[in-house]
């Protein structure tokens, strides 16, 4: 089972980038996904998840009407279109694979994980 993440990188602040995260060995369909960051100093925190049909998504409110999550299951790959950029979106940025039916908020709530992309938000 293997997340790999990507499209990190140094945006502006007003800015865009899109991640990608591929997924492998294990049936991506099936499965919620969501995406996590942790800035330095900090802990892991929930940024978006997605129920394994794409009905169902959730935000936290700080990135809410700013970030997309969306995938696409015939690639197996996950994404997170992130814009209008802050400063405080800096962060390593990580893909995750739900444990179970539903998605959630929480870092066990997910079992496998991505090593990470990096963003970061600075003019």
């Known amino acids: 089972v293997q997340l790999v993440e990507s499209g990190g990188g140094l945006a502006q602040p007003g800015g865009s980038l899109s991640l990608s995260c591929a997924a492998s060995?294990?049936?991506?369909?099936?499965?919620?996904m969501g995406w996590f960051r942790q800035a330095s100093g900090k802990e892991r925190e929930f940024v978006a998840s997605i129920s394994r049909s794409g009905t169902t998504i959730d935000y936290a409110d700080s990135v809410k009407g700013r970030f997309t999550i969306s995938r696409d299951d015939a690639k197996n790959t996950l994404y997170l279109q992130m814009n209008n950029l802050k400063p405080e979106d800096t962060a390593l940025y990580f893909c995750?694979?739900?444990?179970?039916?539903?998605?959630?908020?929480?870092?066990?709530?997910?079992?496998?994980w991505g090593r990470g992309t990096q963003v970061t938000v600075s003019s």
């Open positions: 060995e294990f049936s991506f369909s099936i499965y919620p």
């Open positions: 995750a694979k739900g444990r179970g039916t539903g998605a959630g908020r929480t870092v066990s709530s997910y079992n496998i």
